[in-house]
């Protein structure tokens, strides 16, 4: 089955600036890739998601890029806030199962 | 609020008790998926459902498990028997089958 491995564990960046959390799958056959952010006590929240047919996309202060022939794919988000704060995660998937990665807990420092 | 809902949002039971979890996805999604998430790890896929078709079934449910979703709308998990090691956060999610999921804020589930 699909094996999805995520870093960092754990990421602090200064308030302003950039973060960047990595992921690497292993099936060649996935082709969707979302990322979800969790704050204490929520349920993920969806946040990018990319599909094996494009190799970069971005929403405002976020960006996620696939390199398909390395299977990797990667979070960006600049101009980092506080309210950034959360542990993101990386899945992957081919059919209807998301396979997750471990999480990043990510901390902005005022 | 259009979104997942789940109930309830906390349990606490004792060892050997039986529960159900409700989860209502958003409306006209038909499909309904079950995670578990323990503590540090991200979510484990369960099962899922297309309308009220069980579809797929993870080797984490184990026959102390059991997920329906008789109209094709609102889905159940019950756990029977309960064991320390059930406890988990309990995630359901829902989609249009596009494939974005949307998750619940998941009901936390304590063994005694």
């Known amino acids: 089955g699909e094996n999805v491995e995520q870093h960092p564990s754990t990421l602090s960046v200064q308030e302003g600036d950039s973060a960047v959390i990595k992921c690497t799958y292993s099936d060649s056959a996935s082709n969707y890739f979302p990322w979800y952010k969790q704050e204490l006590g929520k349920g993920p929240q969806l946040i990018i998601d990319?599909?094996?047919?494009?190799g970069e996309k971005k929403d405002q202060r976020i960006a996620v890029t696939l390199n398909k022939t390395a299977k990797h794919f990667s979070l960006h988000i600049t101009e980092t806030q506080p309210e950034d704060s959360a542990v993101y995660f990386c899945a992957a998937s081919m059919k209807e199962k998301l396979t997750f990665g471990t999480g990043t807990r990510l901390t902005i420092i005022p | 609020d259009t979104g997942v809902s789940q109930n309830p949002r906390h349990k606490i039971t004792k060892r050997g008790q039986n529960v159900t979890f409700r989860c209502d996805p958003i409306?006209?999604?038909?499909?309904l998926y079950w995670y578990r998430q323990t503590l540090g790890q991200g979510p484990e896929f369960l099962t899922y459902?297309?309308?009220?078709?069980?579809?797929?079934k993870s080797r984490l449910l184990s026959d102390r498990f059991s997920a329906e979703r008789p109209k094709g709308s609102f889905s159940t998990l019950e756990i029977q028997r309960t064991e320390q090691g059930d406890s988990a956060m309990y995630l359901c999610a829902s989609s249009l089958g596009n494939p974005t999921q949307y998750f619940g804020p998941g009901t936390r589930l304590t063994v005694l």
């Open positions: 459902f297309q309308n009220e078709a069980q579809l797929e």
């Open positions: 990319i599909r094996s047919n494009v």
């Open positions: 409306s006209e999604h038909n499909r």
